[in-house]
């Protein structure tokens, strides 16, 4: 068909998101048109990544229809690029021998990410379904504890033994590679399998053939344990630039390896969490927030937003029980936004740049006392700035410099408050083991507004002698 060779996207000259929008609008416009053969056709130059977002874009009818246009190998690709509740909804979609191909031949640590998100009676029959090895790879990686090395790894690599030439390596490698995750790090075990070094592909390359691997390989061996925590093996694998990192168990034998793109996948979702934690409690619970109902969307907010309601009444308690104050001082009234505003404001800041340096490790060699501390002493120096041109300012527009002296005092306490307060707080959550993300920067405004309030008329109080 001539038409067809119009959809063709021009793939030269377009960015990433042009592309993946120019490709999702012609799908969608050659399957409303019913033209199979023209949608399948638009397909065969894209990448995998930039089909899944394609997909993604387009209506949830729709989502089935394309996946069956790709070829089988293809198609296992795509799917593990495809967002949770897209892939659950093929899963339900597709026919059962479909769903059997791709899942069997998903990677496991991907599979079982996937099983993680999917009903407990859909993990159970696809369970089934499985072949007998990869059944066993992903029923090992369940086995282990959520957001752990143990759980996000794949069993998939290569190992080799200390007693092996260089030539019978490679032989090996050649053997493997089509079953393993990477083949640029090779580990080399003992005869219980435990990890005693690593060589990499580079160095079996340049060594000679007839060389054993335990005189050229490296004994000093970077891993992880099957209980590390994911974040701490992002972090790992970042500071030492890996491709990859072998994961052991409690008895030091190699089970498995995280690989850089599963780090890649780990950061972007703790960093999800954290922004939304830092947003006022919007979570997302691994589902993608724009594609979700209006009703969910309020739904998940409202819980943090009737928490702070409920605690800024507390503001408008103290306010009115200084009634008495502000009927001989009405001005006072008139500088209360400045000051909450300013406090939460800094606040946010000190909470935010703890938070931050928790997450990236930077402030490991600072204990908390001295993380608060520092911050203790900028929000001086903040409160004596911002308070000297509160002072000037309060006097230029009231030309009363007992209020305009209250003004100031005040902003410097609330600034070393709200500092430590700031900082302080995300130490605490993190002790309670609780995410230090949830003290977010709505949460502080609200405590450092009751706080700011309280200390603003005590020190009016005692400036004007009232």
């Given at each position: 068909?001539?038409?067809?060779?119009?959809?063709?996207?021009?793939?030269?000259?377009?960015?990433?998101?042009?592309?993946?929008?120019?490709?999702?609008?012609?799908?969608?416009?050659?399957?409303?048109?019913?033209?199979?053969?023209?949608?399948?056709?638009?397909?065969?130059?894209?990448?995998?990544?930039?089909?899944?977002?394609?997909?993604?874009?387009?209506?949830?009818?729709?989502?089935?229809?394309?996946?069956?246009?790709?070829?089988?190998?293809?198609?296992?690709?795509?799917?593990?690029?495809?967002?949770?509740?897209?892939?659950?909804?093929?899963?339900?979609?597709?026919?059962?021998?479909?769903?059997?191909?791709?899942v069997d031949?998903m990677?496991?640590?991907?599979?079982?990410?996937?099983?993680?998100?999917?009903?407990?009676?859909?993990?159970?029959?696809?369970?089934?379904?499985?072949?007998?090895?990869?059944?066993?790879?992903?029923?090992?990686?369940?086995?282990?504890?959520?957001?752990?090395?143990?759980r996000?790894?794949?069993?998939?690599?290569?190992?080799?033994?200390?007693?092996?030439?260089?030539?019978?390596?490679?032989?090996?490698?050649?053997?493997?590679?089509?079953?393993s995750?990477?083949?640029?790090?090779?580990?080399?075990?003992?005869?219980?399998?435990?990890?005693?070094?690593?060589?990499?592909?580079?160095?079996?390359?340049?060594?000679?053939?007839?060389?054993?691997?335990?005189?050229?390989?490296?004994?000093?061996?970077?891993?992880?344990?099957?209980?590390?925590?994911?974040?701490?093996?992002?972090?790992?694998?970042?500071?030492?630039?890996?491709?990859?990192?072998?994961?052991?168990?409690?008895?030091?034998?190699?089970?498995?390896?995280?690989?850089?793109?599963?780090?890649?996948?780990?950061?972007?979702?703790?960093?999800?969490?954290?922004?939304?934690?830092?947003?006022?409690?919007?979570?997302?619970?691994?589902?993608?927030?724009?594609?979700?109902?209006?009703?969910?969307?309020?739904?998940?907010?409202?819980?943090?937003?009737?928490?702070?309601?409920?605690?800024?009444?507390?503001?408008?308690?103290?306010?009115?029980?200084q009634?008495?104050l502000?009927?001989?001082?009405?001005?006072?009234?008139?500088?209360?936004?400045?000051?909450?505003?300013?406090?939460?404001?800094?606040?946010?800041?000190?909470?935010?740049?703890?938070?931050?340096?928790?997450?990236?490790?930077?402030?490991?060699?600072?204990?908390?006392?001295?993380?608060?501390?520092?911050?203790?002493?900028?929000g001086?120096f903040?409160?004596?700035?911002?308070?000297?041109?509160?002072?000037?300012?309060?006097?230029?527009?009231?030309?009363?410099?007992?209020?305009?002296?209250?003004?100031?005092?005040?902003?410097?306490?609330?600034?070393?408050?709200?500092?430590?307060?700031g900082?302080?707080?995300?130490?605490?959550?993190r002790a309670?083991?609780?995410?230090?993300?949830?003290m977010?920067?709505?949460?502080?405004?609200?405590?450092?507004?009751?706080?700011?309030v309280?200390?603003?008329?005590?020190?009016?109080?005692?400036?004007?002698?009232?």
């Amino acid at each position: 068909m001539t038409e067809d060779n119009n959809f063709n996207p021009p793939l030269q000259n377009v960015s990433h998101r042009e592309l993946r929008d120019l490709v999702r609008t012609q799908l969608q416009m050659l399957l409303e048109a019913g033209d199979l053969q023209g949608a399948k056709s638009i397909l065969v130059p894209v990448q995998a990544a930039d089909i899944a977002e394609a997909i993604e874009g387009l209506p949830e009818a729709m989502h089935a229809l394309v996946f069956r246009l790709l070829p089988k190998a293809e198609a296992i690709e795509v799917y593990e690029y495809l967002d949770y509740s897209v892939q659950e909804h093929l899963i339900a979609e597709l026919k059962s021998q479909d769903v059997r191909d791709i899942v069997d031949k998903m990677s496991p640590d991907d599979r079982a990410r996937l099983f993680d998100e999917l009903p407990a009676k859909v993990v159970n029959r696809l369970l089934e379904q499985l072949s007998p090895a990869e059944r066993q790879a992903t029923a090992q990686l369940l086995g282990y504890e959520a957001n752990t090395a143990g759980r996000i790894m794949t069993p998939e690599l290569i190992y080799l033994k200390e007693n092996f030439t260089v030539s019978q390596a490679l032989d090996r490698i050649r053997t493997l590679a089509n079953i393993s995750e990477i083949i640029y790090y090779l580990y080399v075990t003992d005869s219980a399998r435990r990890l005693t070094g690593i060589v990499s592909l580079r160095e079996l390359v340049l060594s000679q053939p007839e060389q054993m691997i335990g005189d050229i390989m490296t004994r000093e061996v970077v891993f992880v344990n099957t209980d590390t925590d994911q974040e701490e093996v992002a972090r790992l694998i970042q500071r030492y630039d890996f491709l990859a990192v072998p994961v052991v168990d409690r008895e030091q034998r190699l089970v498995g390896i995280v690989t850089v793109d599963d780090v890649i996948d780990i950061l972007q979702r703790e960093n999800t969490e954290d922004i939304y934690a830092l947003g006022g409690g919007v979570q997302s619970d691994g589902d993608n927030y724009f594609q979700m109902s209006l009703l969910q969307v309020a739904r998940k907010r409202v819980v943090w937003l009737f928490v702070l309601l409920i605690t800024n009444t507390f503001t408008g308690i103290i306010i009115k029980s200084q009634e008495d104050l502000l009927k001989q001082v009405v001005i006072l009234t008139a500088f209360i936004p400045l000051l909450t505003g300013t406090g939460g404001n800094v606040g946010a800041q000190s909470s935010t740049v703890v938070i931050r340096g928790m997450s990236t490790d930077e402030i490991r060699a600072l204990g908390p006392l001295q993380v608060i501390g520092r911050e203790a002493i900028a929000g001086m120096f903040l409160g004596v700035m911002l308070g000297s041109i509160a002072t000037i300012w309060a006097f230029f527009l009231q030309g009363n410099l007992e209020v305009a002296i209250t003004v100031g005092s005040s902003l410097v306490a609330i600034s070393i408050i709200a500092s430590v307060s700031g900082s302080a707080l995300p130490f605490l959550f993190r002790a309670l083991r609780l995410d230090p993300a949830l003290m977010s920067a709505p949460f502080i405004t609200t405590a450092v507004d009751v706080l700011g309030v309280l200390i603003y008329f005590n020190l009016a109080r005692f400036i004007l002698r009232l």
